[in-house]
T-cell receptor, first 114, second 112 residues
Framework: DTGVSQDPRHKITKRGQNVTFRCDPISEHNRLYWYRQTLGQGPEFLTYFQNEAQLEKSRLLSDRFSAERPKGSFSTLEIQRTEQGDSAMYLC????????????FGPGTRLTVT | AQSVSQHNHHVILSEAASLELGCNYSYGGTVNLFWYVQYPGQHLQLLLKYFSGDPLVKGIKGFEAEFIKSKFSFNLRKPSVQWSDTAEYFCAFGGSQGNLIFGKGTKLSVKP
Protein backbone atom coordinates (compact mmCIF):
# COMPACT_ATOMS: atom_id res chain seq x y z
CA ASP A 1 0.00 0.00 0.00
CA THR A 2 1.56 3.29 -1.07
CA GLY A 3 -0.98 5.60 0.53
CA VAL A 4 -0.67 7.79 3.61
CA SER A 5 -0.33 5.76 6.79
CA GLN A 6 -0.83 6.78 10.40
CA ASP A 7 0.11 5.13 13.65
CA PRO A 8 -1.48 4.33 16.01
CA ARG A 9 -5.02 4.09 14.71
CA HIS A 10 -6.48 4.44 18.19
CA LYS A 11 -5.07 5.91 21.38
CA ILE A 12 -6.71 6.08 24.78
CA THR A 13 -4.91 8.16 27.36
CA LYS A 14 -5.56 9.74 30.71
CA ARG A 15 -5.83 13.46 31.08
CA GLY A 16 -2.45 15.04 31.67
CA GLN A 17 -0.46 12.44 29.75
CA ASN A 18 1.58 13.15 26.63
CA VAL A 19 0.82 11.41 23.35
CA THR A 20 2.65 11.23 20.03
CA PHE A 21 1.23 10.29 16.64
CA ARG A 22 3.12 9.41 13.50
CA CYS A 23 2.28 10.02 9.86
CA ASP A 24 4.04 8.53 6.84
CA PRO A 25 3.09 10.41 3.68
CA ILE A 26 3.16 9.20 0.09
CA SER A 27 6.87 8.98 -0.63
CA GLU A 28 7.20 11.58 -3.39
CA HIS A 29 4.98 14.16 -1.67
CA ASN A 30 6.71 17.24 -0.31
CA ARG A 31 3.78 18.68 1.58
CA LEU A 32 2.35 17.17 4.72
CA TYR A 33 -0.71 18.44 6.58
CA TRP A 34 -2.26 17.75 9.97
CA TYR A 35 -5.98 18.19 10.60
CA ARG A 36 -8.27 17.52 13.54
CA GLN A 37 -11.83 16.28 13.20
CA THR A 38 -14.38 16.22 15.98
CA LEU A 39 -17.83 14.65 15.92
CA GLY A 40 -20.20 16.41 13.57
CA GLN A 41 -17.52 18.62 12.08
CA GLY A 42 -15.37 18.57 9.02
CA PRO A 43 -11.59 18.35 9.36
CA GLU A 44 -9.94 21.52 10.70
CA PHE A 45 -6.45 22.53 9.64
CA LEU A 46 -3.72 22.43 12.29
CA THR A 47 -0.39 22.83 10.51
CA TYR A 48 1.57 21.92 7.41
CA PHE A 49 5.11 21.23 6.26
CA GLN A 50 6.92 21.83 3.02
CA ASN A 51 9.66 19.21 3.21
CA GLU A 52 11.07 19.65 6.74
CA ALA A 53 9.95 23.25 7.17
CA GLN A 54 6.80 23.95 9.16
CA LEU A 55 5.23 26.79 7.18
CA GLU A 56 1.87 27.47 8.76
CA LYS A 57 0.19 26.86 12.08
CA SER A 58 -3.47 27.37 12.83
CA ARG A 59 -4.53 29.21 15.95
CA LEU A 60 -6.12 25.88 16.91
CA LEU A 61 -2.59 24.61 17.55
CA SER A 62 -2.05 25.57 21.17
CA ASP A 63 1.35 25.58 22.89
CA ARG A 64 0.71 22.02 24.06
CA PHE A 65 0.86 20.81 20.45
CA SER A 66 4.07 20.39 18.54
CA ALA A 67 4.73 18.88 15.15
CA GLU A 68 7.94 17.88 13.46
CA ARG A 69 9.07 16.51 10.16
CA PRO A 70 12.80 16.14 10.77
CA LYS A 71 13.97 14.63 7.50
CA GLY A 72 11.17 15.78 5.27
CA SER A 73 9.63 12.34 5.25
CA PHE A 74 7.47 11.14 8.16
CA SER A 75 5.98 13.55 10.66
CA THR A 76 5.05 13.39 14.33
CA LEU A 77 2.40 15.30 16.21
CA GLU A 78 2.82 15.48 19.97
CA ILE A 79 0.23 16.66 22.45
CA GLN A 80 1.49 17.45 25.93
CA ARG A 81 -0.66 17.44 29.05
CA THR A 82 -3.69 16.15 27.20
CA GLU A 83 -7.13 17.50 28.02
CA GLN A 84 -10.54 15.97 27.40
CA GLY A 85 -11.13 18.56 24.71
CA ASP A 86 -8.26 17.06 22.74
CA SER A 87 -10.35 13.96 22.06
CA ALA A 88 -10.74 13.86 18.28
CA MET A 89 -9.63 12.16 15.10
CA TYR A 90 -6.23 13.45 13.98
CA LEU A 91 -5.81 13.25 10.24
CA CYS A 92 -2.67 13.49 8.17
CA UNK A 93 -2.63 14.33 4.47
CA UNK A 94 0.07 14.78 1.88
CA UNK A 95 0.33 16.39 -1.52
CA UNK A 96 2.84 17.13 -4.25
CA UNK A 97 4.58 20.45 -4.15
CA UNK A 98 2.52 22.89 -6.19
CA UNK A 99 -0.23 20.33 -6.59
CA UNK A 100 -2.93 22.95 -6.27
CA UNK A 101 -4.07 21.57 -2.96
CA UNK A 102 -5.03 18.03 -4.04
CA UNK A 103 -4.41 16.21 -0.78
CA UNK A 104 -4.42 12.51 0.01
CA PHE A 105 -5.58 11.54 3.48
CA GLY A 106 -4.54 8.83 5.86
CA PRO A 107 -6.92 6.77 8.00
CA GLY A 108 -6.45 8.98 11.04
CA THR A 109 -5.59 8.42 14.69
CA ARG A 110 -8.56 8.49 17.05
CA LEU A 111 -7.57 9.97 20.40
CA THR A 112 -9.72 9.50 23.47
CA VAL A 113 -8.72 11.37 26.61
CA THR A 114 -10.33 10.02 29.77
CA ALA B 1 -12.95 34.87 6.75
CA GLN B 2 -12.93 31.97 4.32
CA SER B 3 -15.60 29.40 5.11
CA VAL B 4 -17.64 26.61 3.59
CA SER B 5 -21.29 25.87 4.33
CA GLN B 6 -23.07 22.61 3.63
CA HIS B 7 -26.80 22.95 3.87
CA ASN B 8 -27.86 19.43 4.70
CA HIS B 9 -26.69 17.49 7.71
CA HIS B 10 -28.32 14.17 6.81
CA VAL B 11 -29.98 13.15 3.58
CA ILE B 12 -31.93 9.92 3.19
CA LEU B 13 -32.77 8.67 -0.29
CA SER B 14 -34.01 5.52 -1.90
CA GLU B 15 -31.93 3.81 -4.56
CA ALA B 16 -32.27 5.37 -8.02
CA ALA B 17 -33.27 8.74 -6.59
CA SER B 18 -31.39 11.81 -7.75
CA LEU B 19 -29.00 13.55 -5.41
CA GLU B 20 -28.00 17.15 -4.97
CA LEU B 21 -25.91 18.27 -2.01
CA GLY B 22 -25.49 21.98 -1.47
CA CYS B 23 -22.19 23.75 -0.81
CA ASN B 24 -21.51 27.46 -0.54
CA TYR B 25 -18.20 29.15 0.12
CA SER B 26 -17.25 32.63 1.17
CA TYR B 27 -14.26 34.07 -0.68
CA GLY B 28 -14.06 36.63 -3.43
CA GLY B 29 -10.87 35.57 -5.17
CA THR B 30 -9.68 32.62 -7.21
CA VAL B 31 -11.12 29.43 -5.83
CA ASN B 32 -10.08 25.81 -5.72
CA LEU B 33 -13.02 23.64 -4.72
CA PHE B 34 -13.26 19.98 -3.81
CA TRP B 35 -15.68 17.30 -2.81
CA TYR B 36 -14.33 14.52 -0.62
CA VAL B 37 -16.17 11.37 0.38
CA GLN B 38 -15.72 9.15 3.42
CA TYR B 39 -17.25 5.70 3.15
CA PRO B 40 -17.98 3.89 6.43
CA GLY B 41 -14.74 2.79 8.03
CA GLN B 42 -12.57 4.30 5.30
CA HIS B 43 -10.46 7.41 4.96
CA LEU B 44 -11.32 10.59 3.09
CA GLN B 45 -11.08 10.24 -0.68
CA LEU B 46 -11.20 12.87 -3.38
CA LEU B 47 -14.41 12.70 -5.40
CA LEU B 48 -13.80 15.62 -7.73
CA LYS B 49 -12.16 19.03 -7.90
CA TYR B 50 -12.50 22.37 -9.64
CA PHE B 51 -9.57 24.68 -10.29
CA SER B 52 -10.54 26.55 -13.46
CA GLY B 53 -12.15 26.09 -16.87
CA ASP B 54 -15.40 24.22 -17.46
CA PRO B 55 -17.59 24.90 -14.40
CA LEU B 56 -19.22 21.47 -14.72
CA VAL B 57 -16.81 18.99 -13.24
CA LYS B 58 -17.14 15.23 -13.50
CA GLY B 59 -15.74 12.98 -10.83
CA ILE B 60 -15.58 9.32 -9.98
CA LYS B 61 -18.56 7.00 -9.62
CA GLY B 62 -20.91 9.14 -11.71
CA PHE B 63 -20.73 12.24 -9.51
CA GLU B 64 -20.52 15.74 -10.90
CA ALA B 65 -20.47 19.24 -9.47
CA GLU B 66 -21.21 22.65 -10.89
CA PHE B 67 -19.31 25.78 -9.95
CA ILE B 68 -21.57 28.82 -10.07
CA LYS B 69 -19.44 31.85 -9.34
CA SER B 70 -22.35 34.28 -9.00
CA LYS B 71 -23.90 32.10 -6.31
CA PHE B 72 -20.62 31.12 -4.59
CA SER B 73 -21.83 27.55 -4.91
CA PHE B 74 -20.36 24.17 -5.79
CA ASN B 75 -23.21 21.68 -5.51
CA LEU B 76 -22.67 17.96 -5.90
CA ARG B 77 -25.04 15.91 -8.02
CA LYS B 78 -25.68 12.35 -9.08
CA PRO B 79 -28.65 11.38 -11.24
CA SER B 80 -29.25 7.98 -9.67
CA VAL B 81 -27.79 6.96 -6.31
CA GLN B 82 -26.90 3.44 -5.25
CA TRP B 83 -26.80 1.84 -1.83
CA SER B 84 -23.00 1.88 -2.10
CA ASP B 85 -23.07 5.70 -2.16
CA THR B 86 -23.94 5.70 1.53
CA ALA B 87 -21.18 7.83 3.01
CA GLU B 88 -20.34 11.24 4.39
CA TYR B 89 -19.61 13.95 1.84
CA PHE B 90 -17.45 16.98 2.52
CA CYS B 91 -17.14 20.10 0.45
CA ALA B 92 -13.79 21.88 0.80
CA PHE B 93 -12.13 25.08 -0.31
CA GLY B 94 -8.42 25.58 -0.94
CA GLY B 95 -7.31 28.14 1.65
CA SER B 96 -4.60 30.74 1.31
CA GLN B 97 -2.31 28.84 3.68
CA GLY B 98 -2.22 25.77 1.45
CA ASN B 99 -4.72 24.03 3.70
CA LEU B 100 -8.22 22.83 2.95
CA ILE B 101 -11.21 24.46 4.62
CA PHE B 102 -13.97 21.92 5.02
CA GLY B 103 -17.69 22.16 5.53
CA LYS B 104 -19.31 20.18 8.31
CA GLY B 105 -20.23 17.36 5.98
CA THR B 106 -23.46 15.75 4.81
CA LYS B 107 -24.30 12.18 5.70
CA LEU B 108 -26.02 10.37 2.89
CA SER B 109 -28.01 7.24 3.64
CA VAL B 110 -29.32 5.31 0.65
CA LYS B 111 -32.08 2.79 1.33
CA PRO B 112 -31.95 -0.35 -0.81
Amino acid sequence: DTGVSQDPRHKITKRGQNVTFRCDPISEHNRLYWYRQTLGQGPEFLTYFQNEAQLEKSRLLSDRFSAERPKGSFSTLEIQRTEQGDSAMYLCASSLDGGLHEQYFGPGTRLTVT
Amino acid sequence: AQSVSQHNHHVILSEAASLELGCNYSYGGTVNLFWYVQYPGQHLQLLLKYFSGDPLVKGIKGFEAEFIKSKFSFNLRKPSVQWSDTAEYFCAFGGSQGNLIFGKGTKLSVKP
